[in-house]
C-alpha cells in the first residue's frame, strides 16, 4: 500500500495505491494552509481503510514546482511519516505527473503551471514521450511560437492561457481541461512503480523543485535541484 501526497499548488490530495490500481484519493483547494487539511485527511483515509502508517509500503511526494510554503508542507509531512516508520520514500516532479497520462500517443506534450510575473514553467516531451529538455521557466507567447505541429497541453497553468491556446493554435493545440485527481492518480501509480523497481530516494538529501526561489528574502535566484523524474 502506498500513500501518495501532493501540495504543489492550491489544489492538494492524497490517494492510497495498491497493487497498480488507485482505491482512494481526497482533493481540496486552500489558498494558504495545506496543513490544516493535509494531516487530517491523512488520518482519516487510513482510518477508512482499516490502515495505519507501518502498514504502507511507501510514499510518494510531489516536489513542484509550485508553491514554496505548499511544497515543504507536503514534503516535510512525508519525510516525517517516512523516516518515523522506515518507510521507502519516492519524489516526482509535479509537471512529470501532469503529463504523464497523456504520453506515449505519439503526439507531443506540454505539462504546465503558472509561477506568476505573468511566467509559465513547462515541461515539454516529445511524441515518444522522452523529455525534451530541463523543466523552463517562459512566457506563455513563447511556448506558443514554438509549436509547429500538433500538441497536447495539459496541468494547472492552462488555467491562465487557455483561450490564448486555442484562440492562436487553432487545431494544432489539444487542451486537456485541468482535474487534481489525475495528477494525484499519477503520483500514487508512478510512485509505487518506482519504489518496486528502484527502492526510495535519499531523505536526506531529497528537496522540493522550486525552479525560482520566493520573492522574499535575499538573494533572488532561480534554484534548479535535479531530481529522478517518471522513467
Sequence with gaps: MLLAIDTSTRYAGIALAQDGQ??????????????????????????QHEISIKDLDGIACALGPGSFSALRVGLSTAKALALADGIPLMGIKTL?????????????VNGI??????????????????????TTIMK??????????????????????????????GEL???????PSTRLWSLATCGER??????????????????????????????????????
Design 140 to 169: 506563455p507567447e513563447e511556448l506558443i511560437g514554438r509549436v509547429k505541429h500538433l500538441t497536447i497541453f495539459c496541468g494547472e497553468g492552462l488555467m491562465i492561457m487557455e483561450d490564448k491556446i486555442r484562440n492562436e493554435l
Design 113 to 134: 503551471c503558472d509561477v506568476g510575473r505573468q511566467e509559465i514553467a513547462v515541461a515539454a516531451f516529445e511524441a515518444t514521450g522522452k523529455q525534451i529538455e530541463e
Design 96 to 108: 512529470d505527473l501532469e503529463a504523464h497520462a497523456f504520453l506515449n500517443n505519439g503526439i507531443p
Design 173 to 179: 493545440g489539444i487542451v486537456i481541461p485541468f482535474c
Design 22 to 47: 488507485v482505491i482512494s484519493i481526497r482533493n481540496w483547494y486552500s489558498k494558504t494552509n495545506h496543513s490544516a487539511n493535509l494531516i487530517p485527511a491523512i488520518s482519516d483515509v487510513l482510518k
Design 194 to 231: 518506482l519504489i518496486n523497481e528502484k527502492g526510495g530516494n535519499d531523505i536526506r538529501t531529497l528537496q522540493p523543485y522550486y525552479l525560482r526561489m520566493p520573492s522574499i528574502g535575499t538573494p533572488k535566484r532561480r534554484d534548479v535541484v535535479p531530481q529522478r523524474g517518471i522513467q
